[in-house]
C-alpha cells in the first residue's frame, strides 16, 4: 500500500512541475527570471522522475512489488 502512495505522490508532484512550468513559459514577464523557474521547474520533474524510478526497481529487487500482467510464454 505504501508504495502505492508514494507512485501516485510521486505522479502528482510529475504532474505539478510540468503544469508549473508550462505557466511560466506562457506567462508575461522579464525572460531571465522565467527561463531561470521554467528551468527548475522541469529539473524538479525530471528529479522527482528519476527517484521514482530507482524506488519501483528498488521495490522490486527486495519483492515488495511483483510484476502482473501479460504472461511470459505459451
Do not use: H, Q
Not at 508532484?13 to 527570471?33: D, F, Q, Y
Not at 524538479?44 to 524506488?55: G, K, P, T, Y
Amino acid at each position: 500500500m505504501a508504495m502505492k502512495i508514494l507512485v501516485a505522490l510521486a505522479f502528482v508532484v510529475i504532474i505539478g512541475a510540468l503544469v508549473s512550468a508550462g505557466v511560466l513559459m506562457l506567462r508575461g514577464g522579464g525572460e531571465r527570471k522565467r527561463a531561470g523557474d521554467m528551468a527548475r521547474a522541469l529539473a524538479i520533474r525530471v528529479a522527482v522522475s528519476v527517484v521514482l524510478f530507482v524506488c519501483i526497481l528498488l521495490a522490486y529487487a527486495m519483492g515488495w512489488i511483483t510484476p502482473t500482467g501479460v504472461p511470459l510464454g505459451r
